[in-house]
């Protein structure tokens, strides 16, 4: 029957896509001196393992993504979480810093691909004001992450004109910053 031909077309796909899963798993594992390291039940969340990404990866939707399918944007984060999630994998999740992700990742997410618009301007803003007094690591360790944030985060919360500003969320200083990039752009 038809049922029982596309049981078998699935199964057979299944089976294909798991070799190449374990093969690309492999590669990326000969690449950075760590053959077998890697086990087959990891290479299902991270077909990726040893090729440099920070993070998991997570297989839904059609394809894989940064995020599992049922990740929730972190809407409450203050803007020292969100510069640290931007920079830093959140391990607990195994999601990798939000520097990475793209629409695709957030495509279920209500808002998902703004939130991620504004994160990204957000940032962008910090990090232009790193670069302003040369300060910016590319690719920034822990402490790196903090050194930055304690030489820039005045740069945003002073936008606020709020004693409490630091406990604000980020989405707050996304106003803000708008507004001064929208003041910056009218003189």
Same mark, same amino acid.
């Given at each position: ?95 990798? &810093? ?9 495509? /279920?997410? %209500?808002?998902?691909?703004?939130? #991620? +618009? =504004?994160? $990204? ?18 690719? &920034? ?9 304690? /030489?820039? %985060?005045?740069?945003?919360?002073? #936008? +606020? =004109?709020? $004693? ?24």
């Amino acid at each position: 029957s038809t049922f029982q031909v596309q049981k078998q077309v699935e199964h057979m796909l299944s089976d294909f896509q798991d070799k190449i899963i374990k093969k690309v798993d492999e590669l990326g594992s000969d690449k950075d001196g760590l053959k077998g390291s890697s086990s087959s039940a990891n290479s299902r969340k991270n077909p990726f393992a040893g090729t440099g990404h920070d993070g998991r990866w997570f297989h839904w939707g059609g394809g894989y993504r940064r995020v599992p399918e049922d990740w929730v944007f972190p809407n409450k984060m203050t803007l020292r979480s969100a510069w640290h999630r931007y920079h830093l994998m959140d391990h607990e999740s195994g999601v990798c &810093p939000l520097r990475f992700l793209t629409t695709m990742d957030v495509v /279920k997410q %209500s808002n998902g691909w703004r939130n #991620l +618009s =504004n994160l $990204k301007m957000l940032i962008k803003y910090m990090i232009e004001k790193c670069k302003e007094i040369d300060c910016y690591v590319d690719k &920034p360790s822990e402490n790196d992450v903090n050194d930055m944030y304690r /030489k820039i %985060s005045s740069q945003v919360l002073r #936008l +606020s =004109n709020n $004693k409490r500003c630091e406990l604000f969320s980020w989405h707050t200083h996304v106003r803000n910053v708008n507004k001064e990039l929208k003041r910056i752009r009218n003189e």
